[in-house]
């Protein structure tokens, strides 16, 4: 069993502000939104030269609301959404992922986390915080299988 591709490659600063934002939400589920480059030479075989699978390298971090408020879902605050999505296209890249915590359980997706996957391409990270020590990993997540990507902190 390996990882999926590709490897998240994050910033350790990038990290601390991921895991400060899950600690800050608690009651909470906390959400946030990452954005990186896309991968230039891989266009999936559509042959169109353009391609929408992640390098894996996140350039930046959005801190998001979690606009169900809640300990057991969330939901990325929509106009959070948007403006992050154009702040991203701004910068070159793409949103290419999306993080919340769990609370009270494994950094593992639950059913509800499959189901509301709707971005393929997309690496969905979970911090728990279900020990005293924060656990961050990160998934892909299309038609509803599970597949690991490996994280690396980087700096
Ligand atoms: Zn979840």
Redesign the pocket.
Known sequence: MGFATPTMRLARAHYELVVAHCLDGLPD?ACGLFAGPLAQNDDGGRGDGLSTEPTGEITAVYLTTNADASA???TVDSRELIKAMRDAEKAGGALVGVF???TH?DAY??S??VRQATYPEWIYA?VSLKHPEPVLRAYRIRDGEIAEVAVEITG
Do not use: C, Q, V, W
């Open positions: 589920e057991r879902t969330y919340h915590s769990h359980t997706p639950s509800t986390d979970l």
